[in-house]
C-alpha cells in the first residue's frame, strides 16, 4: 500500500511542521523460509521542515506473527519503536552525483511515500531468534514456569536496595 504525503505547504518555510496519525498496514515479509505476518500498525509521524530536507520523526507500534524459535508455536512479538527519516527532494539526473548521500531519502513532486520506510524498519526490529519465554523455554501457554526469580547482578545490589527504599 503507498502512503503518500504532500509536503507543498511544509516546504513553504523552515520549522513548519505537521502531525499526522494513522494506521497502515503492512505487507508480508519472507524471512529464512518463514511468512511474518504484521498486525496493523499504528503511526504518528511528525514531518518538520529543516530547510532543504523535511525530517520525518515516527513513532510505530505494530506485532510481528512468527514461530517460537524453540517450540515452533505461533506468537506475536510486540514492536515498539521510534526512527527519524530525512527526506529530500530529488534532484534532477543530471545534477545526481558520488556526494549524494545514502542517508537521505528522495522525494518527487512534493510527495512523500513513508510506507516502505515503515516496512524497512518494522523488519529490522524483527528478532532473530524468537523466544515464547527467555528464560527457561517452557511453554508459557499452559501455565507459569516455576523458575525462581533471579536476583540480578550482585555488584548491584547497592543500587537496588536504594529503589527498594522509595
Do not use: W
Request: glycine content about 6%; some cysteine.
Amino acid at each position: 500500500m503507498l502512503l503518500k504525503i504532500n509536503v507543498t505547504e511544509l516546504r513553504r518555510g523552515i520549522g513548519r511542521e505537521a502531525t499526522y496519525e494513522f494506521r497502515e498496514m503492512i505487507q508480508p515479509v519472507e524471512l529464512a523460509g518463514e511468512t511474518i505476518r504484521f498486525e496493523l500498525a499504528r503511526v504518528t509521524l511528525r514531518l518538520v521542515s529543516a530547510g532543504e530536507t523535511i525530517e520525518g520523526y515516527f513513532r510505530v507500534s505494530s506485532g510481528a506473527h512468527m514461530l517460537c524459535s524453540r517450540c515452533l508455536k505461533p506468537m506475536v512479538v510486540p514492536i515498539d519503536l521510534e526512527f527519524m527519516v530525512s527526506y529530500e527532494q530529488a534532484p534532477d539526473e543530471s545534477k545526481m552525483d558520488e556526494s549524494t548521500s545514502d542517508d537521505v531519502v528522495f522525494y518527487h513532486e512534493d510527495l512523500i511515500d513513508v510506507s516502505e520506510d515503515l516496512r524497512q524498519h518494522l523488519i529490522l526490529e524483527l528478532p532473530m531468534k524468537p523466544v515464547c519465554d527467555p528464560t527457561c523455554g517452557k511453554d508459557l501457554n499452559y501455565g507459569e514456569c516455576g523458575c525462581p526469580e533471579t536476583a540480578g547482578d550482585p555488584r548491584m545490589s547497592v543500587l537496588r536496595g536504594l529503589l527498594k527504599r522509595e
